[in-house]
């Protein structure tokens, strides 16, 4: 059992739907996003999907994107952003952390290095957009083994042919992405939504999260009611990007989980 | 038999898309039954004759395929050493290698039902490919491409305009070929049912890097036949030039087995292959990583974190190499150098005034290797480096580079 696990048995018991909450660490510098980071229980996050700055990230819109050139010109490293998980668990032993981003700067640390470094920093999961079950002896199969959960993204482009392999080696939860896109573009419709995650959690057995395009309160309750919970990301990030006050970005995080939790 | 094939090293990639440890699909999953879909019309594609017959009609009829063999005999005479050829692809329609791969990709895509098109592009060679071939069967075009490349190669922009095509100035990154690439996979994530992604090298998730192999190899299998018929025999030596390596792969494929052929890689080494990074030569002065999809020599820093590389040229400008050099490199059987501006500079003016050629920059990076190892070699040596392309589009920054205004001209 990790963290994730115990969230979500606590969260059946409570008949509660998760609230997951993305910011990148390090942005606009390390010492923000460790508050931010550090209010977010507070704000009534479950979950706190961390991201990993890197230089090309593939998979992610505008918003994301110069969230991660802000933090690496502000000198993020992987190593720093251990370090911010660190310094969040010395005062906070069970809210999950999932640190999400790109391959490469892991695999340039060096997989067995990273795993010991990011358990015993406190992260609980692992979210790694450029790799696909394809891939799964990289990285995936290292960090259960080392007792990281490893969560995959399904997409609308996961078929019933493909999924059983999606879902194979996932553990902790199932991150549904309801868009074809970037994160931060489209907006997703809970209609369209309710069917897939009936899909996916009937295949892995796990809960589903949903994720791209939510950004407002009213966003998050309904895609919340439809799935085991709901991920929000661009939307808070720009909170930081517009120079909000920690104070201010966290009062904007409240109103989503809030939207979530009556949910 | 069984161990010349087990010595092999044309078998290349594994059914995981691998070249050694090399290669791969590092893509997200929404991308993945994509490219899963092109793996299988591909390897159905590649066994086809009526496609490779419309392939070889459109290469002879469209492209101007065979391209000559040329023995370039006052360069060769200048050097005073190995005997000089030189395979000319830049005569080729769109005046590049790179329509060679295009025309298999887009015949594909049609076979696959798709209607829009989408390419990056570094120098503008693989987006006047990818216009000039959605013109003729009238698809839709998208064309990213670096907001700096946009500005060193302002011709080719506007050529893609007069095809047809929409060209896209990515400003994201320092607005170089990577940053088109990442903007071109975000098109393509948020576009999945009717977009083709026509990438222009041998980089990518598999089955990019063997595909786009494949469609250039005709480079390599026509110099075969075509030294065979001058020389009565093999060449002793290869070069191209590489940013990603596609004029390279296609030139080296046919002969990687053929072990008395040596085999010479060229990377861009910009302002001198150093610790500053200001150069493009991911085998000499990187390491393997992963990005665009595949696992390959990056140019990175400590903490992965991919490095905007250096070159004049804009084709050359790439932090990465196609993942099957990488292996190459490896293993041993090609060697791979680098060589500065200046050094292609010199080489590019040398081959204007002796041989009548306006090469581009790209393989005047070869040329200059030529130039370095030609004079030391035995007369009976015959080298062949791979002209991919002409220098047209570069005269701009070539002027500049020399100390030139244009205006002074007019």
Redo the contacts between chains.
């Keep these: 059992m990790t963290r994730i696990d115990d969230k979500f048995a606590d969260l059946a018991r409570q008949g509660r739907k998760a609230f997951v909450s993305y910011i990148m660490a390090g942005d606009p510098d390390f010492e923000t996003s460790l508050a931010v980071v550090k209010g977010l229980p507070a704000a009534g996050v479950d979950i706190i999907e961390l991201g990993l700055p890197f230089t090309d990230p593939m998979a992610d819109g505008p918003t994301i994107q110069l969230a991660g050139q802000r933090a690496l010109e502000g000198g993020m490293t992987l190593q720093k952003t251990l370090d911010l998980a660190r310094a969040f668990r010395e005062g906070d032993q069970t809210t999950p952390i999932v640190l999400m981003g790109y391959y490469n700067p892991i695999y340039s640390r060096g997989v067995d290095s990273f795993l010991v470094a990011a358990k015993d920093a406190g992260i609980d999961g692992l979210i790694v957009v450029d790799l696909p079950p394809e891939e799964d002896a990289e990285l995936c199969l290292p960090a259960q083994a080392a007792g990281l959960n490893f969560i995959r993204l399904a997409t609308p482009t996961t078929d019933d042919k493909r999924l059983p392999q999606v879902v194979q080696n996932t553990s902790g939860f199932v991150y549904y992405v309801s868009i074809t896109g970037i994160t931060g573009a489209a907006e997703a419709e809970a209609g369209d939504v309710r069917p897939e995650v009936a899909r996916i959690k009937a295949a892995s057995g796990l809960p589903v999260i949903v994720g791209f395009g939510v950004n407002t309160p009213e966003k998050s309750r309904a895609i919340a009611a439809v799935a085991d919970g709901v991920v929000v990301g661009s939307a808070i990030v720009s909170k930081i990007a517009a120079g909000d006050s920690v104070g201010d970005v966290l009062a904007f995080v409240k109103s989503l989980s809030d939207g979530a939790h009556s949910a | 038999m069984a161990n010349d094939l087990f010595n092999s090293f044309m078998t290349g990639p594994d059914e995981?898309g691998r070249f050694g440890d090399f290669g791969?699909?590092?893509?997200?999953?929404?991308?993945?039954?994509?490219i899963l879909e092109l793996e299988e019309q591909y390897e159905h594609a590649k066994t086809d004759d009526s496609f490779w017959a419309e392939m070889h009609d459109l290469w002879t009829h469209y492209v101007g395929r065979p391209s000559p063999l040329y023995l370039a005999e006052r360069l060769t005479d200048h050097l005073g050493g190995a005997k000089v050829y030189m395979k000319r692809d830049e005569l080729n329609h769109t005046g590049a290698h790179k329509i060679n791969n295009v025309l298999g990709q887009i015949i594909l895509a049609r076979r696959m039902g798709k209607t829009r098109i989408i390419a990056e592009t570094g120098a503008g060679q693989h987006g006047v490919a990818t216009a000039t071939v959605c013109a003729k069967f009238g698809l839709k075009c998208i064309v990213y491409m670096g907001a700096h490349d946009v500005e060193r190669q302002a011709p080719n922009v506007f050529r893609m305009k007069l095809l047809g095509a929409e060209v896209v100035p990515v400003t994201?990154?320092r607005g170089t070929l990577?940053d088109a690439m990442?903007d071109a996979?975000?098109d393509w994530?948020?576009?999945?049912r009717d977009t083709f992604y026509c990438i222009g090298t041998v980089a990518g998730p598999h089955p990019y890097p063997a595909m786009v192999r494949d469609f250039q190899s005709i480079i390599g299998k026509e110099v075969r036949e075509q030294m065979t018929a001058a020389e009565g025999r093999l060449p002793d030596t290869l070069i191209a030039a590489i940013g990603g390596g596609s004029n390279a792969m296609g030139l080296f494929y046919p002969f990687l087995d053929d072990k008395d052929v040596g085999i010479i890689g060229v990377e861009a080494g910009g302002k001198g292959v150093n610790a500053k990074m200001e150069h493009c030569a991911s085998l000499t002065g990187g390491r393997p990583?992963?990005?665009?999809?595949n696992?390959t020599y990056?140019l990175?820093d400590?903490?992965?974190?991919?490095l905007e590389g250096f070159s004049i040229s804009a084709g050359l400008d790439y932090p990465g190499i196609g993942p099957e050099h990488a292996w190459l490199h490896d293993v041993g059987r090609a060697q791979y150098v680098a060589i500065t501006d200046k050094e292609a500079l010199e080489a590019f003016q040398l081959c204007c005034e002796l041989e009548g050629i306006i090469p581009a920059l790209e393989p005047s990076h070869a040329l200059a290797h030529v130039m370095k190892i030609a004079p030391e070699l035995p007369k009976d040596h015959i080298l062949c480096m791979n002209m991919c392309g002409r220098g047209d589009k570069d005269i701009f920054t070539v002027a500049k580079a020399l100390g030139f205004e244009m205006g002074e001209f007019a």
Aim: overall charge positive.
């Design positions: 995981r791969g699909r590092f893509v997200s999953e929404t991308l993945m039954p994509l994201s990154g990577k990442n996979l975000r994530v948020t576009n999945v990583g992963v990005l665009h999809g696992r990056l990175q400590d903490d992965g974190q991919i």
